[in-house]
């Protein structure tokens, strides 16, 4: 069965803040994502991985950088946190290649204060 | 600008009666259309599935149905159950296989004893 780990559930920073969120996947996927959920907006992507040291940006990657050093983790960046960065923050892991869904870890909800 | 829209927020259903849960999109280029599932406090998990190429797909209880020249998805749910109340996430990607999917807002499902 497919683990996804995020590091933590809840998770409060103050404005200006460098906010590191980890997670870690068990099933040697090659893809690894972050999302980012609010109310109203559904989930949207901030940015994805593909491979080890490689990253694509998603729709909303403002404000947020990514680190893929190892193919289990991938780690999401709030380089100055802000108030509009509070939200629920979910990632997720598929295999490349054949059709696999993107399976998703339990989420860590951020508040920036 | 939304390209995957679930227009309704919420939908209360009675125990044993189809649930219908509701998706439209606007960018003609999607092909792969998803439903996920969502719990409070855990992450999305993945429901099912279908190709633009088929009109239906059927997995036990749930079935989804495709009008692509609606630009339309459903969810049916027959007979439904307690355990369904949950939030639903409608999805849509390019090819399946797909890394990047898109995600509409969400409908709240409770079913009602």
């Known amino acids: 069965d497919v683990k996804v780990t995020q590091s933590s559930r809840y998770l409060v920073k103050r404005t200006g803040e460098k906010v590191f969120l980890e997670c870690v996947q068990d099933?040697?996927?090659?893809?690894m994502f972050w999302y980012r959920q609010d109310p109203g907006l559904g989930l949207r992507l901030i940015y994805f991985?593909?491979?080890?040291?490689?990253?694509e940006k998603g729709d909303i990657p403002e404000g947020y950088s990514v680190s893929r050093e190892k193919k289990e983790r991938f780690s999401l960046i709030l380089e100055s946190a802000s108030t509009n960065q509070t939200s629920m923050y979910l990632c997720?892991?598929?295999?490349?290649?054949?059709?696999?869904?993107?399976?998703f870890g339990d989420g860590t909800r951020l508040s920036i204060l | 600008d939304q390209q995957v829209k679930q227009n309704s927020p919420s939908l209360s259903v009675q125990e044993g009666r189809i649930s219908i849960l509701n998706c439209d999109y606007t960018?003609?280029?999607?092909?792969?259309f998803l439903w996920y599932k969502k719990y409070p406090a855990e992450g999305p998990t993945f429901l099912i599935s279908?190709?633009?190429?088929?009109d239906k797909n059927e997995d036990g209880r749930f079935t989804v149905f495709l009008n692509k020249s609606a630009k339309h998805l459903s969810l049916h749910i027959v007979p439904s159950q307690p355990g369904d109340s949950a939030v639903y996430f409608c999805?849509?990607?390019?090819?399946?296989?797909?890394?990047?999917?898109?995600f509409g807002q969400g409908t709240r499902l409770t079913i009602n004893p």
């Open positions: 999805a849509a990607s390019e090819y399946e296989g797909a890394q990047k999917l898109v």
């Open positions: 960018n003609s280029m999607f092909d792969y």
């Open positions: 279908i190709s633009s190429i088929k």
């Open positions: 991985s593909y491979d080890v040291k490689m990253k």
């Open positions: 099933m040697d996927h090659e893809n």
């Open positions: 997720a892991s598929s295999r490349d290649g054949v059709f696999g869904p993107q399976h």
